[in-house]
């Protein structure tokens, strides 16, 4: 664990991102405290500049609503979206990828070929379909995020799967009679923990994307105050309003880099074999 | 709010009257946006928003309506109505010709009225329930009998309720697909030239029309761009010089306002007086109680929403009927927002608190901001909300199906309450699959009964108690919310003279707008 | 390769088939239909009429009969009919497709070529200055949610500085023609070009970075080094052609993202592409045009990846039939 710690404290930008991610996570929890107020309170005149009114201080939007608040609540939000679709992605990729690398051939061929026809949609525009459809609402924002970013999940079991699959132990565990769903399971499936770690905190930062470019088309939730919901609201006014848009656009940008950087550090972290190497 | 006063004062300022005092020049092109793209401009067979716009040029009835809704001179140039207020005798213009130069006579009002309009537009079977027989004494005269006095009906022969087509077209042929749907014949100022598809359509000057000297315009562009930020774009470099109401976003509206040369207009939406209000589901609890209703009432700051969201356009609603449609009279009970009462009522009425669904308008960006105001002003007085997201589609379906609790709506008056107001109260009227109905449920046996007669009734005068009678007892019970008196402005060069006359608007006014030079 | 391309050409087809299908599938699952909206916008309508508009468009068949008309129609290339606009599919998808081409086809040409240009110069100036500021930007960009970006360069650019058109595909009137149009539009495309290239030009800037640090490890590279070669040309002819073909890869695989971001770039800026056009079709419940607009925007994407797939034969003829 300490040699874990050594090589991923070894990338700074790494530590930068685990400080602001926790700085997230913190405002997160801490939102309701800060603001107790619903965040979609009409508190004072529209369009207060920022920094003009110590109790506002990143100013309000165009029915008078406090952007700090939204800013706080918006948190929780992006990270509860980011952590649960990228969590139902796995959900979905891992078997199907596992069960082609395992397996192979007309199997193989079957799920690969489903799998690239969920990637020859363009993912946004089906995102979009999929939310319009099943009305916008946290539940089918997750699904729709999840379902049109698995397919890398699965590819990259398959590779995974495919290279365990002949090593020694896996066929020792074949010979001696064990069956295929445990010899998964158990001898391959931890062995590929590492990259899907990796993968999996890079999904969270596309998936807390994708959440605010839907909030942005009106596609959010309309009762959960999310970032993109903030900038897409203040798109229209941003000849007379910037503040509306800049500030919730700078948390998505912070979070995202974060988790990015977190990535980057437990990708050093875990493979070390690979590190510096890609990436 | 310094901007919002700002703009509300300009506005003010230039929607000042604009009666034009110099002689008509003609000649000149008026561009103006068509926003959606009409699907046709055959009237009698489509007669949503963006063919009247352009349709209503082409194609005329026998009357037309000033603001006041009192009727003016059209196909028809004088009528008269019997004492007994059964038999309306029209007589048509001499020397009035289709655009193609065949004559335009009585035949064609017979058979536009007893047989076209009869097979395509669902309203006009309704009004022909009341009439007992239609005749043409001569070539130019009309003759309608009513089987009981009916005096809406007075106003029942607006361009789009009651249009003119020409018979020798359309007799034995299958209107829906008769090719001469794709170049429209009508009797009216413009004729049909051109429709580039996507782009825009051209009407021009009908040089044979009725009324010596009129129209002025030489033509008349109708540009279809599909971005609204784009139609805004199109105003401000000067390619379009009339903006119709609803053209661009409420969030444009002041920046446009602020150019050069420019007026804004509220008028010409006295026949539509569209009036917004929420459906509040009277058949389940807690809507089912009229205290929840009006603690409903008097939670919303109206006010805040017509200057926030509507730049200070339009009108907080009083009631069922809106504050242009003839009948109208401010009555009490009103319903200020008064938070305290609000929740007074729920308290006396122990209401539960259980959260509701409220139903925005899918209708872009100021109905979305217009319904979180609305929940939040109910969350101020202890009533959760969550708001459903629909599209258009999803929209229609859970109104006219009765699955909602709350739900944004705006609808038309059409000139008379007995026409576009009681179809929401009467218990007649409630009927699944329709979303402009009697969609709340509502059923008060004294409304009904006085609506009945207030329809009936003559002369005006005792419509006008009997319909003071109903707006008392309507408020008093809150079948919906009402929220406000909708206007959508028109933007337009100040050059242009006389571009709203009626009360349809840009729909049948441009006959008589010139542009000054 | 001939007969790689019919294989390919055959999987496409099927892969087609099966988006028509779920498409369709997605849309009918949807409340409401066409004819309700129409209805909706005339204000006043009873079930007869409701019946009419139904039985017009067809839509009071069966859904399957729906779906197969529809799939046999469009083999024939024939899209059919907007309800709400009342052009034909192919019209309106045709009329919208340039922009998009345009829009995407400049952000794709300026990410890749200036994304593998900074990728390169990174990894040649590795640990040095010019890379962490390449690395951090590229960091940046990629962690920036693009229709914010797209925002921002409308702020500062159009609205502050006044550089560049805010939105729009041309000036509406001005009535230019040739060259001077075309200096028009390009000034318009400047923004929304830039802006949808940034993330991908990230994409490929790290991309690059990382595959020519690993291919300059290789044995070839040292020999080349090691024969006396100066380091650019080591660069650019030995390491760049080799460390470019996971990046046209990635490149293929992203197209469908390309056009995604089309999508939020489209509404932005008010560019008159088919990504607003989806949009407003999925609105109205235009369901052949949306339709249509899906079958159009998957085809890009196979061909798009079609594509990349023949370049990389080319560059890479090793590769065999198993890829």
Known sequence: MTAFWVRYARNRGAVAGIVILVLVLVLAIAAPALYPRSPWAMVQRPFLPPFTNGGFPLGTDTMGRDIASAVAHGAGVSLLVGFVSTLAALLIGIPIGAVAGYFGGRVDDLLMRFTEFFQSVPNFALAVVLVAIFRPSLVSIVAAIAIVSWPPVARLLRGEVMALRGREFVQAAVLSGQRTGPIILRQILPNTLSPVIVLGTMMVAAAILLESALSFMGLGDPNIMSWGYVIGAGRTVIRQAWWVSLFPGVAILLTVLALNLVGEGLNDALNPRLSRKTR | ?517 | MPRFIVSRLGKMALILVGIIILNFVLIHAAPGDPASVMAGEAGDADAAFLQQLRERFGLDKPLPIQLLTYLSNVLRLDFGYSYRQGMPVIDLITDRLPATLLLSGSAFLISLVLGVAAGALAASRQGKVSDSVISTLALLFYATPLFWLALMAVLLFSVQLGWFPGFGYESVGSGYGGLERAADILHHLVLPALTLGLFFMAVYARMTRASVLEVSRLDFVRTARAKGLRPRVVLVRHILRNAILPVVTLAGLQAGQLVGGAVLIETVFAWPGIGRLMFEALEQRDYNLLLGIFVVSAAMVLAFNLITDILYRLVDPRIGAAA
């Open chain 2, 1 to 517: 709010m310094s901007n919002i006063l700002r703009s509300l004062l300009t506005i003010s300022v230039l929607a000042g009257p604009a009666v034009a005092q110099a002689q008509p020049i003609p000649g000149g092109r008026a561009n103006l946006i068509v926003q959606p793209v009409p699907h046709s401009l055959m009237l009698g067979l489509v007669t949503n928003a963006p063919t009247q716009l352009v349709a209503g040029q082409i194609y005329e009835g026998l009357l037309r309506y000033d603001d006041k809704l009192k009727p003016l001179p059209s196909l028809a140039k004088s009528w008269e109505i019997s004492p007994d207020g059964l038999r309306y005798t029209f007589h048509l213009n001499q020397g009035v010709t289709w655009h193609d130069g065949k004559p335009f006579t009585a035949a064609d009002v017979l058979f536009s009225v007893n047989d076209f309009l009869m097979k395509t537009q669902p309203r006009h079977r309704n009004t022909m329930t009341r009439v007992a027989d239609v005749g043409a004494p001569d070539d130019h005269t009309v003759v309608f009998t009513l089987k009981e006095p009916f005096e809406p009906f007075i106003r029942s022969f607006a361009f789009w309720v009651m249009p003119m087509v020409p018979k020798h077209i359309y007799e034995g042929t299958d209107y829906a697909s008769n090719p001469a749907n794709d170049r429209p014949i009508g009797t009216g100022p413009f004729k049909f030239e051109s429709w580039r598809k996507g782009s825009a359509i051209h009407l021009v000057k009908n040089e044979t029309y009725y009324l010596a000297g009129k129209p002025y315009l030489q033509d008349i562009y109708y540009h279809v761009i599909p971005d609204g930020a784009s139609r805004a774009v199109a105003y401000e470099t000067g390619k379009v010089d009339v903006l119709p109401g609803g053209s661009v976003e409420n969030f444009d509206v002041p920046r446009l306002t602020a150019q050069n040369n420019t007026c804004v207009s509220q008028k010409g939406q006295e026949f539509d007086s569209p009036l917004s209000f929420l459906w509040l589901n009277n058949r389940k609890p807690p809507m089912n109680d009229v205290r929840f209703r009006q603690a409903v009432m008097y939670a919303m700051d109206r006010q805040f929403a017509l200057d926030v969201l509507w730049n200070g356009i339009g009108k907080v609603a009083t009631g069922p009927i809106a504050g242009t449609t003839p009948f109208y009279k401010a009555v009490q009970p009103q319903y200020p927002h008064d938070p305290k009462k609000a929740k007074a009522l729920l308290a006396e009425m122990h209401y539960d608190g259980k959260p509701l669904r409220l139903l925005p308008l899918p209708y872009g960006e100021t109905w979305q901001r217009w319904a979180e105001a609305v929940k939040q002003n109910l969350g101020d007085v202890g009533i959760p909300v969550e708001i459903q997201a629909t599209d258009v589609a999803g929209w229609n379906q859970r109104v006219s199906q009765w699955d909602y609790d709350m739900a944004f709506t705006f609808l038309f008056q059409n000139g008379d309450p007995a026409l576009g107001v009681e179809r929401n109260y009467i218990s007649s009227q409630i009927s699944k699959g329709n979303p402009w109905n009697n969609v709340e449920g509502y059923t008060n046996p004294t409304v009904d009964a006085l609506f009945a007669k207030a329809a009936l009734a003559t002369p005006a005068e005792k419509r006008q108690d009997l319909y003071d009678e109903v707006q008392k007892a309507v408020q008093a019970d809150v079948p919906v919310a009402w929220l406000l008196d909708l206007r959508f402005p028109v933007i337009y060069r100040c050059n242009f003279q006389n571009l709203i006359t009626t009360a349809n608007g840009l729909n049948d006014s441009l006959r008589d707008t010139w542009i000054k030079r």
